[in-house]
């Protein structure tokens, strides 16, 4: 069990439970030490999170709109890594799973192949061209070359200072 300070008069309490199919988040939102709601996740597969209870503590959070937002961003920021940091982390640590393909793929379309599978994993929103199938194996595996540099330089912060800037 973990508590979770929002503010002087609110804290989350958090636990996870076992499930026939994995495990559950529970969480009760508190105020002045009265339980206010409660509200859980279930999980099957674990999915990623920058801190445990991230989305128990959000979709309970979220439900409250008397808590200032204010309030809920700076304790997000206080629990874990912002927005921005967690989407490059996941852009760069595909990328660089990607990039095993040249170290465990003998071919180019072994490469092509492995780094095509990595991607859609990592990055579940990439769309792949219609006829990408109709490309040799060389001209996909540049390609994919291509979006794997793309994806391990990303930085979000700078680009939102050069938008801030303009």
Do not use: C
């Not at 445990?52 to 890594?81: C, V, W």
């Amino acid at each position: 069990m973990q508590e979770f300070k929002i503010d002087n008069h609110t804290t989350v309490v958090a636990e996870s439970e076992r499930t026939r199919s994995g495990f559950r988040h529970v969480v009760i939102l508190m105020k002045d030490g009265q339980e206010v709601d409660r509200d859980k996740v279930t999980y099957q597969n674990r999915t990623w999170e920058s801190f445990e209870f991230e989305t128990a503590l959000k979709k309970i959070l979220n439900k409250h709109p008397e808590i200032p937002e204010e309030e809920k961003k700076q304790f997000f920021a206080r629990s874990g890594r912002n927005y921005e940091e967690k989407v490059e982390s996941q852009f760069k640590t595909t990328a660089n799973v990607a990039k095993l393909g040249n170290v465990f793929a003998k071919t180019p379309k072994e490469r092509a192949d492995w780094k095509e599978r990595m991607l859609k994993a990592g990055l579940p929103d990439l769309q792949i061209p219609e006829d990408w199938k109709n490309l040799s194996d060389e001209e996909r595996e540049q390609r994919l070359d291509k979006v794997i540099e793309l994806a391990g330089n990303v930085n979000l912060k700078k680009k939102k200072k050069l938008k801030e800037m303009t």
